[in-house]
């Protein structure tokens, strides 16, 4: 279910503030690393992967990088599922 307010609000900011540049700035300066190493702590690493996300992260590379404690991939959903699938956030 889409919450249209918030997706136009969410793209109003960006576009008026004229910050979309800056924020993608991180994927565009970042080059992509293969190589997975695992965090310095032992806290527990949820994840959630969404239908229309860009990136595909299998539940294998995920577990290298934590203690990963639990991972779902959602059928619906995308870069903010907190906007176009609230219900899966609950």
């Known amino acids: 279910m889409l919450n249209n307010t918030a ?6 900011l960006y576009y008026l503030t004229s910050s979309f540049l800056s924020s993608v ?8 690393h293969l190589v997975y190493t695992k965090a310095p702590t032992e806290a527990p ?3 959630s992967q969404y239908a229309y996300n860009v990136g595909l992260w299998p539940e294998e590379y995920v577990a290298k990088v934590g203690n990963l404690v639990f991972y779902k991939v959602h059928d619906f959903g995308g870069h903010f599922p907190g906007l176009n699938n609230p219900l899966e956030m609950i």
Not at 7 to 12: A, E, F, K, N, Y
């Open 7 to 12: 997706i136009l609000t969410t793209v109003s």
């Open 45 to 47: 690493l949820l994840f």
């Open 25 to 32: 700035w991180i994927y565009t300066h970042n080059k992509i």
